[in-house]
């Protein structure tokens, strides 16, 4: 049972990093560099915006 969590886990931030290259991705195609929200791990507040 732990490890279908696990696997589900890692499949949902796998999933969210993939959305996030893909905004990243057609923002750019737009002329807009949201830039890195993390650099070796922490936080960049003022990168992509509010949110």
């Known amino acids: 049972m732990l490890d279908l969590i696990v696997r589900i886990?890692?499949?949902?931030?796998?999933?969210r990093r993939q959305r996030e290259r893909r905004r990243a991705l057609y923002l750019a195609t737009l002329g807009i560099d949201t830039g890195p929200r993390y650099i070796h791990g922490v936080r960049?507040?003022?990168?992509?915006?509010?949110?």
């Open 44 to 51: 960049i507040p003022a990168a992509g915006g509010a949110r």
């Open 9 to 15: 886990l890692a499949w949902v931030l796998e999933h």
